[in-house]
């Protein structure tokens, strides 16, 4: 994969994503986009792809995640961390797993500017519901989920040259037991009587 971020949404034009998707032949005819999700965490869209060829192995949409847009402040980077460790679980882990991974097209991060980019298959399913909650399938399906995606490297020593799945150094540990308390009585507060 080639290391190519788009700094924001306006940056997904023709050219890139025919570089990213299309290995570069110049075949994307349009690209049109749609924000999808609530973007807490990155901007994320559903790009409808048209091609100059008849190809089937060129997706007609794919889901692309790019960096939230605010301004450059401690949660950005915060979230670059998070930004490369998604980056790094589709480029070293995804296919090691056993559940379903929507196929990676470009999976990308820049640490100088803490943005990245992830071009994937779009899937069907559901978006859940968490103030619901889910019927008793609902959660074994994800209890199964969960452990094809644990399962294939439980207790796997290779896993430890990986520097991006271990937290850093005992500043970043503190920071985020930090963040938990400060969540947690808002937490509490909101879902005692649940």
């Known amino acids: ?38 973007g807490q965490v990155a901007v994320t869209v559903r790009a409808t792809l048209r091609w100059t060829v008849d190809d089937p192995s060129l997706p007609t949409t794919v889901v692309v995640k790019v960096a939230a847009t605010e301004p450059d402040t401690p949660e950005r980077q915060r979230r670059s961390t998070t930004y490369r460790r998604e980056v790094c679980f589709y480029r070293h882990l995804a296919s090691r797993i056993a559940t379903s991974v929507p196929a990676c097209h470009h999976a990308a ?17 559901a978006v859940g ?14 209890v199964d989920a969960a452990v094809g995606l644990h399962a294939p490297t439980w207790a796997d020593r290779t896993l430890t040259a990986f520097d991006w799945l271990h937290a ?8 985020r ?9 808002g937490f509490t507060a909101r879902y005692a009587a649940r």
């Open 168 to 175: 850093s150094d005992d500043e970043s540990r503190r920071a």
């Open 1 to 38: 994969m080639i290391d190519l971020v788009a700094d924001d949404v306006a940056a997904l034009d023709r050219d890139y994503v025919d570089a990213v998707v299309g290995g570069g032949r110049g075949h994307l005819a349009s690209i049109v986009t749609e924000r999808i999700g609530t």
């Open 109 to 125: 991060h820049d640490s100088a500017s803490g943005g990245f980019t992830i071009v994937l298959d779009e899937v069907s399913g």
């Open 129 to 142: 519901d968490q103030l619901r909650g889910c019927t008793i399938a609902e959660a074994e399906a994800v």
């Open 177 to 185: 037991v930090e963040r938990y308390h400060l969540l947690l009585p």
